[in-house]
């Protein structure tokens, strides 16, 4: 089984080889491919658009010949028109430049995965050449850009003691 819960990228699905990925990658990867699929054609979003009237996604194409039939979204039990919004210059959708980079993510991981050994996470040799942080801003913090941290605008640290390490260990 070569691509086993993935289809192939010419069906609008991401490949994902045997061996590539844990069972546990392997199914965190499935439940982001679920979150990425269009409600209609039931693939991967192509050209991801979001309805302005409830915030639902489709693809471009689905929702635009959808809508030569139906004036209400298609999401079950929403209902919501899928009406002008904004006057002449508005629409009821908007392409989502967010979204279709999550979509592109996902493509970039699974083409990491892919070119990795088998059963890479297995090695006792794993090397990591570069460690990546996404600084977590919490209430009573800002993110300072200049020192490239966080600051803390708390007079207390009672915050700090609360907040768990995910990188240590």
Same mark, same amino acid.
């Given at each position: 089984m *070569?691509? *086993? =819960?993935f289809e192939n990228? &010419?069906? &609008?699905? +991401? *490949?994902?080889?045997?061996g590539k990925a844990s069972n546990g990658m392997r199914k965190t990867l499935e439940d982001l491919? #679920? +979150?990425l699929q269009c409600p209609l054609c039931h693939q991967i979003f192509k050209r991801p %658009? %979001?309805?302005a009237s409830c915030g639902h996604s489709f693809c471009e194409v689905c929702i635009d010949d959808y809508n030569c039939i139906h004036s209400t979204c298609p999401a079950t039990g929403c209902g919501m028109p899928m009406s002008i919004v904004g006057g002449g210059r508005g629409s009821f959708r908007k392409v989502n430049p967010q979204l279709a980079q999550c979509v592109e993510s996902m493509q970039l991981v699974?083409? =990491?995965?892919n070119q990795a050994p088998d059963e890479w996470w297995k090695? #006792?040799?794993l090397v990591i050449t570069q460690s990546l942080t996404c600084p977590t801003v919490e209430h009573g913090t800002s993110y300072d850009d200049t020192n490239k941290g966080l600051s803390y605008d708390s007079d207390s640290d009672s915050d700090m003691e609360n907040m768990i390490d995910l990188q240590s260990g």
């Open positions: *070569a691509n *086993a =819960g990228a &010419s069906s &609008s699905r +991401i *490949a994902l080889h045997e491919m #679920n +979150i %658009t %979001t309805l699974c083409q =990491g995965l090695s #006792n040799d």
